[in-house]
Structures are given as C-alpha cells and as structure tokens.
C-alpha cells in the first residue's frame, strides 16, 4: 500500500495507473449514488447556497479586472458568422443544403431575388441572398433578399396577409382583414 505522497508521484507520472485509479472512483461514486441520491442533491444545493456570495463576488471582480470592448466582440462576432465553414455547415444543419446545392440554387436563379429580381450585388451590408424555407415542412423554396424575406416571414408565411397587403397598397385605404 502506497501513502499519500507516493499515490501523488504515480497519479502524475504513470498514465495507466491513474486511468485505473479514476476508474475505480468512477465506480464506487456510480455504485454510491442511487443509495443516497437525496442526501448528495441536498449537500449539493446546500454547498450551492453558501457559496452564491463568493461566485457572485468573483464574477464582479472578473467583471472589473476585464472589461469588455463592445466593439471588439462585434468585430469577432462578425468575423465568425463571415467564415465560409461556419456559413455551410449552418446551411447544411437548417436547411439539408450542401455548399454546392446552395451555389446551384444561386447560379438558376441568375444570383438574384426570387420575388423582387434584386441582384445579389445590390444587397447593402456583405449580405447575401437568404434561404427561404416552409416553416411547416422545412422544404427549401428558393432565395430572397433580406428585405423580400422579411416581408415573407413578418406575413407569417400566410398569402391572405400578402394579398391583403397588395390590395391596401393598390387602394390607398384601410381593407376588410380575412378572419384567421
């Protein structure tokens, strides 16, 4: 049997050993646990509340020793969301749509907006065009501008709104809402 000092030395130098010595723990916790579950929750929760001034107090004092550069972290931000991986894999987690799939749509779509016909150029800002997509299905319907997309979703994808929406600007004047 080892004592204390010498279980130290062999936990740093013998990677074996110590996988084996926290596989152990590991085990007597697991084993331990479903017996005195209540017991470990309240110790938990009670060492939580004791120490809540302590972690408040340093997260302040962290707050004061670094202090935050809004527009560095805009910069960052920005400059995260811009990355070409970060853009597919989005793309490809939302939408099913690979980089190529997405160029394809693109390129038959002459790189402009399926409703107004805007080129992808003509975007303000380094925006491109936005996916479009039924919110019930998930089915991709094709590329807008952000402004067309907008109008799309603050219309709730419903085409009585839009219609509405058409006729009143026709018009000039207030017209009967359809009941929803």
């Known amino acids: 049997m080892f004592n204390a000092n010498e279980n130290r030395r062999r936990l740093r130098s013998d990677p074996k050993w110590r996988r084996a010595e926290l596989d152990r ?12 579950k209540i017991k470990i929750s309240e ?3 009670r060492s939580y509340v004791k120490h ?7 997260a302040v ?9 809004p527009e560095k972290e805009r910069l960052y ?6 990355t070409p991986k970060r853009k597919s894999s989005r793309r490809k987690y939302l939408y099913g749509l690979t980089p190529e799939q997405y160029e394809n749509m693109i390129i ?6 399926a409703i107004c016909g805007i080129h992808e150029t003509a975007i303000k800002g380094k925006r491109r065009l936005c996916i479009d997509h039924c919110h019930t299905t998930g089915k991709v319907r094709g590329l807008l501008c952000p402004n067309c997309n907008l109008m799309l979703g603050t219309a709730r994808d419903n085409p009585d709104y839009l219609r509405e929406g058409a006729k009143y600007l026709e018009t000039g004047g207030p ?3 359809p009941a929803i």
Do not use: L, S
């Not at 809540?52 to 340093?58: E, G, H, K, L, Y």
């Not at 931000?77 to 811009?82: N, S």
């Open 25 to 36: 723990d590991n085990a007597a916790r697991r084993a331990r646990y479903p017996k005195h």
């Open 43 to 45: 110790q938990n929760h």
């Open 52 to 58: 809540r001034t302590v972690r408040i107090a340093n």
């Open 61 to 69: 004092q962290y707050a004061k020793d670094h202090p935050k550069n």
């Open 77 to 82: 931000q920005r400059e995260y969301a811009m």
């Open 108 to 113: 038959n779509q002459g790189f402009k907006c």
């Open 175 to 177: 017209v009967a809402m």
